[in-house]
Structure formats: structure tokens, C-alpha cells
């Protein structure tokens, strides 16, 4: 491992320092130590992710794993989207996966590649879904909710997720959420999973709980959702 790099991109990332962003981020990733906070707001982050990505350092970089802060990890997710060749960029969000431990980074870590190869992509996302890591699960059902829900939607990615059984909250509440935006995006095929119990009462109250809060959902289906609480 290089480190003379590495404390090079944590000099540059601790001259972008808010301390205020920090706590406050903290606060909203508890997972993660609060040591292990720079403090650089994500659109400041993305920006120096793209300028750092045209210099040659940036490849040596992403072989560098695992990272000690929140903002080296999501500048790893920044640099993958900057990967042109999607095999490329695959090996390394493969590489990737194991190492992210918190919400925020996975969430936001969305090649825009992957949009272009979506077969490709979705039988990486089969496996992703069996993954003891939880983080890893939880990609694998974003990136579902983020490119599966529109035109390549199949009724079995449904399954998919429903068929999840954690006892982890990450996965859990990602599991509700693209059933919340499922019931928004595919109703007709979405609400039968309710309707007949499929997920973990948890889940399945938590996915009602979500849809019902959407400006995107008609009242009268938002007061037929709430009639499916279970009890």
C-alpha cells in the first residue's frame, strides 16, 4: 500500500474539513466511529473525486482497501463512477462491497454504467442478495429499487427481495423501502406481496408506513394501504 498517497489524500480531504457537516453526519450514520469522520460535504467530495479521477494516482488509489474514513470510502464510490469500461468497473465495485460499512456510503454508490448493462448487472445483484455481508445485501436491493422498477422491471425481482429474512435493520429497511416505492412504481404487481403477508411483519409495516408518506400515492389507495397494518 502506498501510505505516502494515502496520507496525501487525507491532508487534501482534512483542508476540506466542516465540523459542523461533520457532527452532523455523524449523528445521522451511527455505525460508523465518529473518529472516523473528516467532515466533507458530498458535493465538495464529488468534485474533488472528479478532478482527482484524471490524474494517474486515482486507479493506485481504488487498490487501496480497506480505508479508515467515511469520505476515503466514498470517494472510492465516486472514483468507480468514473471507470469508462464497464467489466472494469464491476471488478472493482466487487472489490468494493465487502469493505463499505455503512448506509450512507452504499446508497450512494450508483454507477451510471451499470444503467447501460442491465442483464449484466442483474445477475451480479442474484448473488449480491445471498451475501452474508450486509452491506453487500443492501446494494444489491438499492440498486434493484434505483434501475429495476421502471423498464426493467420483472415480477420476480419482487420475489427476490421478499424472500430476504435478516435480522439486520440495513437490510430490513431496505427491504420496506423498495416495497414502498414498488407499491409507487409497479402497484399491480407490488401489492399482492402485502395483501398476502410475504414480508416480516416489520417490513411490511414499514413498507406501508413509507408509501403512505409519498406525495405519489393517491389518498384513497394511501387510506387502503394503512387498512393492511398488521396488527
Excluded at 19 to 47: E, M, N, Q, S, W
Excluded at 109 to 136: Q, R
Excluded at 146 to 155: C, G, K, Q, T, V
Excluded at 180 to 201: M, T, V
Aim: proline share 4%.
Amino acid at each position: 500500500m502506498n501510505t505516502k498517497l494515502e496520507q496525501d489524500i487525507q491532508a487534501q480531504l482534512f483542508a476540506l474539513q466542516d465540523l459542523k457537516y461533520r457532527d452532523f453526519h455523524a449523528k445521522l450514520v451511527p455505525t460508523v466511529d465518529k473518529d472516523c469522520y473528516i467532515g466533507v460535504r458530498t458535493p465538495v467530495l464529488r468534485k474533488f473525486a472528479k478532478d482527482f479521477s484524471k490524474q494517474p494516482e486515482a486507479m493506485e488509489f481504488l487498490e487501496m482497501l480497506p480505508h479508515k474514513y467515511i469520505e476515503e470510502n466514498n470517494l472510492h464510490a465516486f472514483l468507480i463512477e468514473t471507470v469508462k469500461d464497464f467489466d472494469t468497473a464491476l471488478i472493482y465495485t466487487e472489490k468494493f462491497l465487502p469493505f463499505i460499512n455503512n448506509w450512507a456510503t452504499c446508497d450512494l454508490f450508483s454507477p451510471k454504467l451499470f444503467k447501460k448493462h442491465p442483464n449484466e448487472v442483474y445477475e451480479k445483484i442474484k448473488l449480491w442478495l445471498k451475501s452474508g455481508h450486509t452491506y453487500t445485501v443492501r446494494y444489491g436491493i438499492v440498486t434493484l429499487l434505483a434501475n429495476y422498477l421502471d423498464s426493467e422491471f420483472r415480477p420476480e425481482m419482487l420475489d427476490l427481495v421478499a424472500d430476504i429474512r435478516s435480522e439486520e435493520y440495513y437490510i430490513n429497511m431496505a427491504i420496506a423501502w423498495y416495497f414502498s416505492i414498488a407499491l409507487i412504481k409497479q402497484y399491480d404487481h407490488a401489492l399482492p406481496y402485502l395483501k398476502n403477508k410475504r414480508l416480516d411483519k416489520w417490513v411490511h409495516n414499514k413498507a406501508i408506513q413509507k408509501a403512505v408518506e409519498s406525495y405519489r400515492i393517491p389518498l384513497e389507495t394511501k387510506q387502503y394501504l394503512k387498512s393492511l397494518k398488521e396488527k
